[in-house]
């Protein structure tokens, strides 16, 4: 996994979280530790919904990938890890306009289900898919 919008120290922590989840089923608490250094807040938030199994993986035949997460809320925010976008307001104001934040907690809560092997499957259709693309509202 490797995204050009993330400092590499960040892309090494979810490389870490991925070798000892594989192994033990846990993060532990020094990581959880460098993720709240990290990301601030919003890393307890994204790891409830990785708990909660708010994270969807939805993929079609022609190989578009997009990521559905179940917000506290109940919304659902389609998340695109290739571009690092979520439509969600914080991601708005922190990442994009005021430039302090790497991601928000659903786009977190994407790499941390990724590094840990635990987003739900879903196959779509492409006809679904773009529907599911074209009905992101910005
Ligand atoms: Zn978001």
């Known amino acids: 996994m490797h995204s050009p919008f993330l400092p590499s120290i960040a892309e090494q922590l979810f ?62 925010y389609t998340c695109f890890v290739s571009c690092h976008f979520c439509p969600c307001p914080a991601f708005a104001y922190t990442v994009l306009r005021r430039n302090d934040g790497l991601l928000c907690k659903h786009l977190l809560a994407v790499y941390l289900s990724q590094a840990m092997g635990v987003a739900q499957q879903e196959a779509v259709s492409d006809r679904e898919m773009s529907t599911l693309l074209s009905g992101t509202a910005f």
Do not use: N, W
């Open 15 to 76: 490389r870490d979280i991925q070798k000892i989840y594989k192994e033990t089923s846990q993060i532990p608490d020094e990581m959880l530790i460098a993720l709240k250094f990290v990301y601030g807040p919003c890393a307890l938030q994204a790891l409830d919904l990785v708990d909660q199994r708010s994270v969807t993986c939805v993929s079609s035949p022609s190989g578009r990938r997009a990521f559905q997460v179940t917000g506290g809320s109940g919304r659902i």
